[in-house]
């Protein structure tokens, strides 16, 4: 079945304590991205991937890492988590790179840092 | 800032009457959107998209509807059923800056049996 997989699901975490969030697309797509979504707000996109190697910021990058070393896996690293993190988050996933085309969500990531 | 807005944060609709969504955005160099569909629990899953070069598309009982001039667009459902109650979100995207999209608030439709 093609689709985007994220781990964990929900993961509860304190202040400061490193995290990675894992997504795996198996739809040999091109494009990744990561959104959080926050009520009142939307989703926002955070990090975007083009290719392998090929990573650029969105419009809510602060306080976040990624890594596109494979095409299928696009990790989304919080160094040093902080409160304001506390958010629901999709990694998505994209046949090309053009504007053009529709994203393939992941099921999200419900995180709480306290 | 929000470029994209939804200020319908919901709409409740009587099944088989037509659902109206709302979209605002600001950036004239928008040229092209998208309107997914989510359900709790879930990812947003596609629904229909269009291109500023177009200011209609249809597909089954979907239909977006797009104004240049008044930065608006809108998704028709007609005719609306239960299943369609979910959080509709529009998202808009430019060649200027690809690969980056822009979303809405999203706004909750209630179909009622």
């Known amino acids: 079945e093609a689709q985007v997989t994220q781990n964990p699901r929900y993961l509860i975490t304190v202040t400061g304590k490193k995290l990675t969030v894992t997504c795996s697309q198996n739809m040999n797509h091109e494009y990744m991205s990561w959104y959080r979504q926050d009520p009142g707000l939307g989703l926002r996109q955070i990090y975007y991937s083009m290719n392998v190697e090929v990573t650029d910021k969105g419009d809510v990058p602060e306080g976040y890492k990624v890594s596109r070393k494979e095409k299928r896996n696009f990790p989304l690293i919080l160094e040093s988590p902080s409160p304001n993190q506390t958010s629901l988050y999709f990694c998505?996933?994209?046949?090309?790179?053009?504007?053009?085309?529709?994203?393939?969500f992941g099921p999200g990531t419900r995180l709480t840092v306290l | 800032d929000q470029q994209v807005k939804q200020n319908s944060p919901s709409l409740s609709v009587q099944e088989g009457r037509i659902s109206i969504l709302n979209c605002d955005y600001t950036n004239s160099m928008f040229d092209y959107f998208l309107w997914y569909k989510k359900y709790p629990a879930e990812g947003p899953t596609f629904l229909i998209s269009i291109s500023s070069i177009k200011d209609k598309n249809e597909d089954g009982r979907f239909t977006v509807f797009l104004n240049k001039s008044a930065k608006h667009l809108s998704l028709h459902i007609v005719p609306s059923q239960p299943g369609d109650s979910a959080v509709y979100f529009c998202?808009?995207?430019?060649?200027?800056?690809?690969?980056?999209?822009?979303f809405g608030t999203g706004t909750s439709l209630t179909v009622i049996p």
């Open positions: 998505a996933s994209s046949p090309s790179q053009s504007s053009y085309n529709e994203q393939f």
């Open positions: 998202a808009a995207s430019t060649i200027i800056i690809p690969n980056q999209f822009y």
